[in-house]
Structures are given as structure tokens and as C-alpha cells.
């Protein structure tokens, strides 16, 4: 392909990126941030503008036409261009969440799944059926651009799920499945709920866009992604973020944990259960969370051992990564607002005198933080450059 071709679509991307980034920008603050003369910029917004990409504001110009005193219009991302669904399948919860092109949330929607109890199966003909009626509650003026499903497991780039070993499946094909039912969907993706949760609190600015950041999703499970300068690290094989099966002990408080000593076998939420039943409690998680608010004994030497074995697991993190930021998230960073100062003491224990320690952090993001990175994660492919196009491996103009 020609190389005006390539370039003209790089810097549509790197448009669309920064609007996203930056909210409404004039054209001569676009020109700025992409370091174009202002014809060049205004010729890219035309483009975009006629794609349905970007709109137009009236509103005073910043910058040098504001100063100067002429009119002008701002460029922002139409959110009307698209949709796009993410949906967390958890183990005892579906979350959906709908959100338009410009990151707006426009619809949510949360319900009990048991994902052990139906199998495979039954498991994605209740998805597909949840998918099906929130898509129609949806704008039918707005396409829909794409679905993003979360799992607690390891998918491949083409929606795969190799292993959920909490479930004991493997190889469910996810997202074939998906494809089929939405034929009309232009994306699809299935990603590790850790990995989708981690993207959405970068985008949503809960944490940095430079260094390293670790992110926990604490659930029955415990999930994990790393981020550098906000890049998702995969590794080579793409298990690269899997903290919850790090070997932090030789046992575990789980019977028939997927990986015995694992860290979530410590600190899961079916872990804690299990050792607040060992402690004489009642195992569920209502039942401990009201036991921690009354002080009862029982209750907080099974906060105490958590906070133990989660500081050793992330002085682990910390001695092998050494991340500017750790972020907990998911139901179990409850316990982190009680526990936090032990956590501390923990991590700080399992490492060398005068190592610098990460700063810790809890989610800012709700109970449906992964749903949203689904959307997220497919609102980035449209901001970002086809290497395919750009390489010529889709057109040889």
C-alpha cells in the first residue's frame, strides 16, 4: 500500500487516541498533541468526522483561536458510533456492562451464576440468553462494535479458554460460540477477568500510566495481571500475571484446591471460609464480614492469617517484579480495609531490610470492574493502529 495510505491512518488512530485520553480538544490543540500542522489535523477530524468516529462542539477554542478571539468547535469521540458489551462470568455471578464509543457507561446489569452447577454448556446458553436481552435494551441506533467476556482462566487471542482450573474445564471454545450467536458483531474477544479488571482501572485512571503496576482480582480465586506503562504483559505463552497459583506455603487452608500451597489456597474467598470454619465460625462470607464488624476472635485471627499470607505472597510479587504500584480488587479487598496495616507488616517482613516497598492500593472500580474491561479492551482496538493495514498484509495499493 502507499505510504501516505499508512500514515493517514496512524494519525487517525493516534487522534482518536488522544480524544480519548484528553476529552474535547480544539483543532489547534489536536495539531499540538499530535504534532501536526493545524491543516493536517483538521484534515484527519474531516475524515473521522464523516466516518462517524468524531462530532463536533460548539464551544470557544482553547489555546491560540481562543486568545486571538475567534469561534470555533471542539472535537470529541462520538459516542453514538458504537457499543460495546463486556461480560464478567464469574464463579456465582454474571456482570454486564454496555458502554458507547466514548467510554460513557450506558447500561448495567448484575445476577447469581453457577457456572460449576451448569456446566460448559448450560453456562453459555445462559450467557448467550442475558446477552440477547440486554443487547435489546440497548440504542438500536448505536451498532454494536463488540463483545469482551471475562473468565477466570487463560484464553488465547482467538477465544479459547485453555484452562479454568478452578472449574476443572479446559479448551471451552468461548469465543466461537460467541461469534456464532452474534454473527453481526464485528469483535469479539474472551480475556483472563484479572487481565480485563487491570485494564479497566488503567483507563479509568485508578492507576499509573507509567511503570509497573500489579493488579490482584480477589475473588474465589485469586486472579492477577502486570502492567507496564499500561501494556498488559502476556509472557510468552500468555500465563505471565498468574500470581494466584504462586507456591507461598506447602498445604493451603482449601481442601481439593486446583494447586495445593498456591496463594489462593491461602487467601481465596473459599480459602478464608474454610479456615474461619476450621476457627468455629459459620463459613459464609456474610457471616464473616459481620463477625470482623463486631471484633469477634475467631474472626480476626482469620483476617490475621489472611493478612499473613497475603503480605508474604506480594513480597514475592515485589521481590521478583518490583512494581511502582500493587492494586487489590474483587469482593475479598473487603478484608484489605481492616487487615491493611498487617498486610503492610507482612510484605515488609518476607523482604530485605530497606528494600523500597510498592505503594498498596484498593480498586477504586465496582463489583463489575472486569465486565467493564471486556468494553474497554474493544474500544482500544479501534483506537489503535492495524499493523496488518499499515504493513500491507490486507492491501497492497
Known amino acids: 500500500m502507499s505510504m501516505p495510505k499508512a500514515v493517514r491512518h496512524i ?3 493516534r487522534a482518536l487516541a488522544a480524544l480519548a485520553r484528553e476529552g474535547a480538544l480544539s483543532r489547534a490543540d489536536l495539531a499540538r498533541h499530535l504534532g501536526l500542522t493545524r491543516s493536517t489535523a483538521s484534515s484527519i477530524a474531516a475524515g473521522l468526522i464523516e466516518a462517524g468516529m468524531l462530532r463536533e462542539a460548539a464551544s470557544p477554542e482553547s489555546g491560540e483561536a481562543a486568545r486571538i478571539g475567534r469561534p470555533g468547535t471542539r472535537l470529541a469521540l462520538n459516542g453514538g458510533y458504537g457499543t460495546f458489551v463486556g461480560a464478567d462470568l464469574g464463579i456465582g455471578h454474571l456482570h454486564l456492562v454496555a458502554m458507547d464509543f466514548a467510554g460513557a457507561c450506558l447500561a448495567r446489569h448484575s445476577e447469581p451464576l453457577d457456572p460449576a452447577g451448569l456446566g460448559p454448556e448450560g453456562t453459555m446458553d445462559r450467557l448467550l440468553s442475558r446477552l440477547g436481552v440486554f443487547r435489546r435494551q440497548l440504542d438500536p441506533g448505536a451498532p454494536l462494535r463488540g ?12 477465544g479459547s479458554v485453555l ?3 478452578i472449574l476443572g474445564w479446559t479448551d471451552w471454545p468461548a469465543g466461537a460460540q460467541l461469534r456464532r450467536a452474534f454473527p453481526d458483531v464485528g469483535e469479539i474477544a474472551v480475556e483472563n477477568d484479572a487481565k480485563a479488571f487491570a485494564f479497566a482501572e488503567a483507563a479509568s485512571g485508578g492507576a499509573a500510566l507509567r511503570g509497573r503496576t500489579v493488579h490482584l482480582l480477589l475473588d474465589a480465586g485469586v486472579g492477577g495481571a502486570i ?7 502476556r509472557g510468552a505463552r500468555g500465563y505471565a500475571g498468574e500470581i494466584g497459583h504462586m507456591p507461598v506455603g506447602e498445604r493451603g487452608f482449601l481442601e481439593g484446591a486446583a494447586l495445593p500451597g498456591s496463594l489462593e489456597s491461602f487467601v481465596g474467598r473459599e480459602a478464608i471460609l474454610q479456615r474461619y470454619r476450621l476457627e468455629g465460625g459459620e463459613p459464609t462470607w456474610p457471616a464473616l464480614l459481620a463477625a ?5 476472635p475467631a474472626a480476626r485471627r482469620t483476617l490475621s492469617a489472611w493478612s499473613h499470607y497475603l503480605g508474604r505472597g506480594l513480597a514475592s510479587i515485589t ?16 478484608l484489605f480495609q481492616q487487615g491493611e496495616s498487617e498486610v503492610r507488616e507482612a510484605l515488609a517482613r518476607h523482604l530485605l531490610s530497606g528494600q523500597p516497598l510498592p505503594r498498596l492500593s484498593a480498586s477504586r472500580l465496582g463489583a463489575d470492574g472486569a465486565a467493564l474491561g471486556g468494553a474497554r ?3 482500544r482496538r479501534l483506537l489503535s493502529v492495524d499493523e496488518d493495514f499499515v504493513l500491507g498484509r490486507l492491501e497492497t495499493v
Open 11 to 13: 494519525n487517525e488512530k
Open 227 to 233: 502492567l507496564q506503562d499500561g501494556a498488559l504483559q
Open 319 to 334: 521481590a521478583l517484579l518490583d512494581p511502582d504500584e500493587i492494586v487489590l480488587a474483587g469482593p475479598v479487598c473487603a
Open 292 to 296: 470482623l464488624e463486631a471484633g469477634e
Open 147 to 158: 463483545i469482551g467476556l471475562a473468565v477466570p482462566g487463560i484464553a488465547t487471542p482467538e
Open 377 to 379: 479492551l474493544l474500544q
Open 163 to 165: 484452562r479454568l482450573p
